[in-house]
């Protein structure tokens, strides 16, 4: 049973940064897309940021220029990195993986913005 942990959450002021890591529990093949969602108390859960296996990304309006995210395929990881936080960022943010056959989804880390 594969498992995503998920690391890097916490508290940040507006304005700072925060990066969070999900990694694999062991070798998943055949991995295609990797992706943040996150979900706000009282809202739906949102995609982020997704990026494909030949490095191909994609952002929500609200966070582009202000994050990126990569990925180490060999170490089945991937990574947000959060700049200019922004109160509106607080929620639970998740990483998902999809590979051939299979979607992978962490059990999500607390990201909280506030001064």
């Known amino acids: 049973q594969v498992q995503l942990v998920e690391s890097g959450g916490g508290l940040a002021q507006p304005g700072g940064s925060l990066r969070l890591s999900c990694a694999a529990s062991r070798r998943i093949f055949g991995i295609n897309t990797m992706g943040w969602y996150r979900q706000a108390p009282g809202k739906q859960r949102e995609s982020v940021a997704t990026?494909?296996?030949?490095?191909?990304?994609n952002y929500v309006d609200s966070v582009k220029g202000r994050f990126t995210i990569s990925r180490d395929n060999d170490k089945n990881t991937v990574y947000l990195q959060m700049n200019s936080l922004k109160p509106e960022d607080t929620a639970v943010y998740y990483c998902?993986?999809?590979?051939?056959?299979?979607?992978?989804w962490g059990q999500g880390t607390q990201v909280t913005v506030s001064s």
């Open positions: 990026i494909t296996s030949s490095g191909g990304t």
């Open positions: 998902r993986i999809m590979a051939t056959g299979y979607i992978y």
